[in-house]
């Protein structure tokens, strides 16, 4: 515990900037956050730690289905649900069907609607679906989750604020408008502040990188292509740092400010402006139908809450969003009953493709392990839901540092090389890789003087 503190305190201010629910299962893990010259922030070993030992079990900030196995899997949780062989047989609980999304239980449909799903319901993210499927994407649809929950604090804000002004209202004098308390108040003020963002206009055009904003990304010097072939782009210096675009972040009990905070203290990757076709494409489609669903309120201040919401959540919101989901998120890999009437989807399933992945999800203090090629710590889901277990691979002493692998570690060198700096900016240094580097260097020919 106390190399726990002393880690903490000696880093530097981005550890500062750790939400609430980190620090708590940082001060019971038995890691603490460390800053690497290479590779940013990491964790360490905090004592020895025994094979097969549990060091972390994390629930997702977010997460979402595949679009491949949406009905196979819990729209909340991820949870594979049963087969319609184990229903029959009545060997499991029911799942619960709504707006042609299946749910692993009520209190996972009760959740949802208390979040995102009550307005998601009214709308249609068909569209974004469509572009996600065309460009083989998964991140637009946990950013649109992220959008929903926002979007619909802001319309329940509103309306409740209504309320409680009209049950003050008849008891007060109106024109003095002393009827109004403290939290309507700060409501009002919440809603204001959320559509105008931090400065009150629009960051892409003019928000350009200085040093000490660079300073605050680890990618700042690495070049940086997205995971899809489509967008690809070079993260150059001089980009910006996209953090403030997430809104003010803060504690007024705002979604929109929790997940500021949350994403904000996440490691992003350098898009310099213009944003990539296909994400800008994606934002219009999500702001099209949130705005549709702000049309077709029938109560004005819902309306008006949603609106306001809709504009805290504009272009610049979306890329800062993207640029973390794409260092962040887990492919959740779950159990999945593979159906063999479907020949090809069947095949992949067993390739281990999209199929075979129950969704994606970002948690926080998981996001900070580094990658190894020859990880000592392991992630599972033995739930078959998105919660997920990150278990010591082997004996680790105090001091080492922590590794999962972000890829297939089964790829041969060249791969694994391409795909990490392709995909997360960065040239894996770890032990395997130097020695096979080492390896190869003995057997290319001598270069002639
Ligand atoms: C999921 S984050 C890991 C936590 C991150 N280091 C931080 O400071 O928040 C992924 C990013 O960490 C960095 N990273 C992870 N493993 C690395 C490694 N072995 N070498 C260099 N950079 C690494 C890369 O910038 C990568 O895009």
Redesign the pocket.
């Known amino acids: 515990m106390n190399l726990v503190k002393r880690l903490f305190s000696s880093s530097n201010q ?1 550890l500062s900037g750790l939400p609430p629910t980190v620090l708590e299962q940082l001060a019971v893990a038995p890691f603490a956050v460390q ?2 010259k ?5 964790l360490v070993a905090a004592r020895d730690i025994q094979y097969g030992e549990v060091l972390l079990t994390e629930q997702p900030y977010v997460c979402c289905p595949s679009l491949s196995n949406r009905r196979k899997v819990c729209y909340h949780c991820l949870k594979v649900l049963p087969t319609p062989q184990q229903q029959a047989a009545g060997a499991a609980e029911m799942p619960i069907s709504s707006r042609s999304h299946m749910f692993c239980s009520s209190s996972c449909l009760s959740s949802a609607q208390a979040s995102y799903f009550t307005l998601e319901s009214q709308l249609s993210l068909e569209q974004l679906e469509r572009h996600c499927q065309a460009y083989g994407e998964r991140f637009p649809l946990i950013a649109a989750r992220l959008a929903l929950m926002i979007a619909q604090d802001g319309m329940t804000a509103a309306a409740q604020q209504q309320q409680q002004q009209q049950g003050s209202d008849s008891q007060a004098d109106p024109e003095a408008g002393v009827g109004r308390s403290s939290s309507d108040v700060g409501r009002i003020s919440r809603i204001s502040r959320m559509s105008t963002g931090s400065n009150g206009s629009s960051r892409w055009s003019h928000t350009l990188a200085t040093s000490s904003m660079r300073s605050s990304n ?2 700042g010097t ?1 070049s ?1 292509q997205s995971s899809s072939s489509s967008n690809r782009r070079q993260g150059r210096p001089g980009s910006y740092s996209t953090k403030a675009a997430l809104g003010p972040a803060g504690d007024d009990g705002s979604v929109h400010q929790q997940v500021a905070s949350a994403l904000g ?3 992003f ?1 350098n898009v310099p402006p213009p944003p990539p076709g296909p994400w800008a494409e994606a934002h219009k489609m999500l702001a099209r139908a949130l705005a549709a669903a702000a049309g077709n309120r029938e109560q004005e201040e819902e309306a008006a809450g949603l609106q306001a919401a809709l504009q805290g959540l504009d272009l610049d919101w979306y890329v800062a969003v993207m640029a973390r989901l794409h ?2 998120t887990f492919k959740v890999e779950a159990a999945l009953p593979i159906d063999w009437s479907q020949g090809h989807a069947a095949a992949a399933a067993m390739l281990g493709g999209d199929a075979a992945s129950a969704g994606s999800a970002l948690y926080l203090l998981g ?6 090629c020859e990880p000592n710590v392991h992630v599972t889901f033995p739930g078959n839901d998105s919660t997920a277990v990150f278990t010591a691979a082997r004996q680790i002493a105090e001091g080492e540092q922590l ?1 999962i692998t ?1 890829i297939d570690a089964g790829q041969e060198l060249d791969a694994r090389q391409e795909y ?1 700096a392709f995909a ?7 032990v395997r890789c130097c020695e096979e580097l080492e390896e190869q260097a003995k057997h290319m020919p001598p270069q002639l003087p």
């Not at 996001?367 to 190894?372: C, M, R, V, Y």
């Not at 997360?424 to 770890?430: D, I, L, S």
Request: charged share 10%; proline share 0%.
């Open positions: 981005q800053k690497f290479d590779a940013g922030r990491g680890n990618l690495t940086w203290f996440l490691c990757a260092l962040n996001s900070l392990f580094n990658h190894s590794f972000y990490l997360y900016g960065f040239r894996c240094h770890c």
